[in-house]
């Protein structure tokens, strides 16, 4: 079976850095796509980052320049590192896997969520 483990979120001052951590347990053989989406009360979930098997990334708009994502193919896990962030930026960010082989085939995978708050 696999999970998604996320760490990282926690409350923030305006300005402030997030480092968050997503890692895929279970017999994974490969993972194609690992990144972040977020959802913040009131509003749909939007795509944050997201990191491809080859490396090539894809960023919302809003967090281009602020937020980093990597990914250590090895430990099947994926990071998220926020830097200057803003109010807006407070949501619960969810942790995705699309496309994980395994030895029960190919499926998609969400993590449980953990929340970034941006207060002073």
């Known amino acids: 079976q696999v999970q998604l483990v996320e760490s990282g979120g926690g409350l923030v001052q305006p300005g402030g850095s997030l480092r968050l951590s997503c890692a895929a347990s279970g017999s994974i053989f490969s993972i194609d796509t690992m990144g972040w989406y977020r959802q913040a009360p009131g509003k749909q979930r939007e795509l944050v980052a997201a990191?491809?098997?080859?490396?090539?990334?894809n960023y919302a708009d809003s967090v281009k320049g602020r937020f980093t994502i990597s990914r250590d193919n090895a430990k099947n896990t994926v990071y998220l590192q926020m830097n200057s962030l803003k109010p807006e930026d407070a949501a619960v960010y969810y942790c995705?896997?699309?496309?994980?082989?395994?030895?029960?085939?190919?499926?998609?995978?969400w993590g449980q969520g953990t929340r970034v708050t941006v207060s002073s």
């Open positions: 995705y896997a699309d496309g994980v082989h395994s030895y029960s085939g190919r499926d998609d995978y």
């Open positions: 990191m491809h098997s080859g490396g090539s990334t």
